[in-house]
Each structure stands twice: as structure tokens, then as C-alpha cells.
């Protein structure tokens, strides 16, 4: 299956200074998949890349199996809203669709107006007078109405409040239930990629920290607890995320295949927003190094 978005060593300079450097992932398509990093991991460099708003300046991005941007028929295949929901604030929504009609070649008026109409949005009203979750579904509707195979979305929520955060979200699953579009989706809100998300991937300093079906990451991924105990040994398929380890107690985040057996641990299971920042932390704490271990176990 072609990948949604591949990349080998792609690099985004602005004179001396890397927002994006030595970038690889596969993301695959067909999924619905929440990036998230912290400031200055790269993602909205990644994602404008991928959208052909920048050009890297070393390395490879391709999306839907082709350089972004490569044609008016790749353009077609891509809808993006950016962070800011940018609108044009004089122009009516009906303004907007029109706008979207005639730069947009796959154009689907129907779908459009359907979409308006079931949000209340007046055709008639500026965009500069409308709330912003008003703004958000508006620029969602321009993106979607192009028909594309990707919806790439860089924060589209972060400035909404949490009302209007759930129904642009309820909006979005309605719309890759309905139409099968494949979603990358970029947000600091981990609790609401985990509601709509069932793929992550981790971006941190520019590296893919960790990647993968979400239902998958939580299950291979325990937080264990127990005595303290000197010369521990683990599986050797057992990886340290995050360890604490106090006089009397250890305390593990683990990644792992294989069953627990010791019945000196307790095993607790995490949630994505647990799972995220252990990564992140990891990356604090240990820079580019793959991980503390104790004896007998391997990252």
C-alpha cells in the first residue's frame, strides 16, 4: 500500500538554522493519524513540506507515492488546514466556496453547501464575524469539498473551546466514515487524538520517537512496580521508556512482547497521554540516546 507520507533524511534549513533535519517515517495511509511533539519537534515543517507550501533543502518527502505538489492533480489529492484556520475575514462563506470552486478542479459543490447547510453557517455572513469554531469547520469544509485522498491538519483545535473542539472532531470521523479520506492530524491535545486517532506517531528534535497502531502501542507498553532489587534481570526483548528507582522501589515504563511472569510486579496499564510523555521524556533526559537499561536488558 502506498504510504500516505514517506520520508528519508529530509531537512528544512533557513540559513543556519534546522526546523526540520535528517527526517525519516512512513506514515502509512487508510488511517487516521495524530503527529505529536513538542514545540520545535518539526511537525508543522513536516506537514508543510507535505503539502508543498515549502521546498526541503535536503533529502526525500513523498506523499501519495509522489513529490508534494508535483502537479494540479497531486494538489487535488491533499487537503490541508493550517493552525491559524486562515480565512479571508471580508469575504462571505459563500465567497469562500465559490474561491473553492474555481482554484479546485475535483470541486464537489454538493458536498460543500450539504456541509454549510448542516453546520447553520449563512452563506450571506463575513468570515470575520464568525466564532472560531465557526472558522475551523468552515476551512474543514473548503479542504474536504476538494474531494481529496489526504486531509492533513496542523492544530486545528488548539485554539477552540472544548465544545467546539468535540463537534470539529465529531464532524471529522463523520467525515472519514463517510468519504474514507486518510487523516494526519497534528495537535498538543493527546486526550483528543486518542478519541479519533487509531495510529501515532511521536516526533521529537526531528526523529520518529516511536510509531505505530495506537490500539497496539498501549498494549505492548505497561508500567511496572516493585521492589527494589539489585542485579535485576529482564527479557532481553523487554525496552526501558522510563525508570524510577527509589531505596525501596523500582518503578519501569516498559515496552515488551512477552508476558509478564514475575509476580513480584505490578503491572499497570497506561493511557496514549502516559504513553506520550514517557517518549518525550525519555528524549529530555537521555537526548538521542535509545534509552537507560538495567542489567540484562536491551533497548
Excluded at 93 to 120: F, I, K, S
Aim: hydrophobic content about 40%; some cysteine.
Amino acid at each position: 500500500m502506498t504510504s500516505a507520507i514517506d520520508t528519508q533524511g529530509l531537512t528544512k534549513r533557513y540559513g543556519r538554522r534546522s526546523a526540520l533535519s535528517g527526517c525519516t517515517l512512513s506514515i502509512p495511509a487508510g488511517k487516521v493519524v495524530g503527529l505529536v511533539g513538542p514545540n520545535g519537534a518539526g511537525k508543522t515543517t513536516l506537514l508543510h513540506l507535505a503539502v508543498g507550501l515549502l521546498e526541503p533543502s535536503a533529502g526525500r518527502i513523498e506523499v501519495l507515492g509522489h513529490r508534494p505538489a508535483e502537479s494540479s492533480e497531486q494538489l487535488a489529492r491533499v487537503g490541508f488546514v493550517a493552525q491559524n484556520t486562515p480565512l479571508y475575514a471580508s469575504m462571505t462563506v459563500g465567497d469562500h466556496l465559490r474561491l473553492g470552486g474555481w482554484v479546485n478542479p475535483t470541486w464537489d459543490e454538493d458536498l460543500a453547501l450539504e456541509r454549510v447547510e448542516h453546520l447553520g453557517l449563512d452563506v450571506s455572513q463575513k468570515a470575520g464575524t464568525l466564532s472560531g469554531g465557526q472558522r475551523a469547520q468552515l476551512a474543514l469544509t473548503l479542504a474536504v469539498a476538494k474531494r481529496p485522498e489526504l486531509l492533513v491538519l496542523d492544530e486545528p483545535v488548539a485554539s477552540l473551546d472544548p465544545l467546539a473542539r468535540r463537534e470539529f472532531l465529531q464532524s471529522l470521523m463523520s467525515i472519514v466514515a463517510e468519504h474514507g479520506v486518510s487523516v494526519i492530524l497534528s495537535s498538543h491535545l493527546v486526550s483528543d487524538l486518542e478519541r479519533v486517532c487509531d495510529y501515532l506517531v511521536v516526533l521529537v528534535a526531528s526523529r520518529v520517537l516511536v510509531a505505530g497502531e495506537i490500539e497496539e502501542l498501549l498494549a505492548s507498553h505497561h508500567r511496572l512496580t516493585g521492589p527494589r532489587r539489585d542485579g535485576l534481570h529482564l527479557p532481553p526483548d523487554w525496552e526501558i521508556i522510563e525508570e524510577t528507582v527509589t531505596e525501596r522501589q523500582c518503578a519501569l515504563l516498559v515496552r515488551h512482547e512477552s508476558p509478564v511472569h514475575d509476580p513480584a510486579w505490578t503491572v499497570e496499564q497506561l493511557d496514549l497521554e502516559d504513553l506520550v510523555l514517557a517518549y518525550m521524556g525519555r528524549e529530555a533526559t537521555d537526548g538521542h540516546k535509545q534509552g537507560r537499561t538495567l542489567v540484562g536488558a536491551h533497548s
